[in-house]
């Protein structure tokens, strides 16, 4: 599986947008991206994942450039809740389904 | 519905003993994942059935760790002769496809997590 990069931490307002980056400039034509979330004792949470277009779900967006070199995942309204680590992991179609997790992005969301 | 669930939630043992994790998947779901999490680190595999198959165990860190599923649902984790560098929380994950799906697109479902203390 291709390497992420993603900054070890960041902050963001309450309500503000939160732009999570990554980058994956190795990544294979038959990697998707992945991204999970896991706060404080709980295990991982699935967000959302694509394969080279833009998606959205109820959680967030997921912004994938065209070279597929890096993806940004946004919160649009961060709450409090979402204070939490965010991995954003590349994983093939036919490797057997394991993720290989970097050591992600802790975010904090602050009033 | 219940998610994928695990048990105990907290062990602490001496080193040298012999332990035994255990993952309840969602019911019906084919592949069953064990990670490893290091304080401060994000989750590395261990190993992954598909079913009752043990398709791979290349993160297994040594030969005494031990995983079975063998009814294809329920899976137990085993650590013999536990040392302190076990210590680590374990998660089990799920999903509902068996990987070698021609398009595996599947989300895992992860549970809360053993948390092993080896004094």
């Known amino acids: 599986d291709a390497k992420t990069t993603q900054p070890p931490s960041m902050d963001c307002a309450e309500g503000r947008a939160a732009n999570l980056p990554c980058n994956h400039s190795t990544i294979s034509g038959n990697e998707y991206v992945y991204w999970y979330r896991q706060i404080h004792s709980q295990g991982p949470q699935y967000i959302i994942h694509?394969?080279?277009n833009n998606e959205t779900n109820e959680m967030a967006s997921l912004i994938i450039t065209e070279d597929r070199k890096s993806s940004t995942l946004i919160l649009p309204h961060a709450t409090l809740r979402d204070t939490a680590v965010y991995y954003c992991i590349v994983r093939a179609n036919t490797n057997a389904g394991k993720s290989t997790f970097g050591d992600g992005t802790t975010l904090t969301v602050k009033p | 519905g219940a998610g994928v669930s695990q048990s105990p939630r907290y062990k602490v043992a001496k080193r040298g003993q012999d332990v035994a994790l255990r993952c309840d998947p969602i019911?019906?779901?084919?592949?069953l994942f064990w990670y490893q999490q290091a304080l401060g680190q994000g989750p590395e595999f261990l190993t992954y059935f598909q079913n009752e198959a043990q398709l791979d165990k290349s993160g297994l860190p040594s030969d005494r760790f031990f995983a079975e599923r063998p009814e294809g649902s329920v899976s137990t984790l085993k650590i013999q002769r536990t040392q302190q560098e076990d210590s680590a929380v374990y998660l089990c994950?799920?999903?509902?496809?068996?990987?070698?799906?021609?398009?595996?697109?599947?989300?895992?479902?992860f549970g809360p997590g053993t948390r092993l203390l080896v004094l």
């Open positions: 694509g394969l080279k």
């Open positions: 994950a799920s999903s509902l496809a068996g990987v070698f799906a021609e398009e595996y697109q599947e989300t895992q479902y």
């Open positions: 019911s019906g779901h084919v592949s």
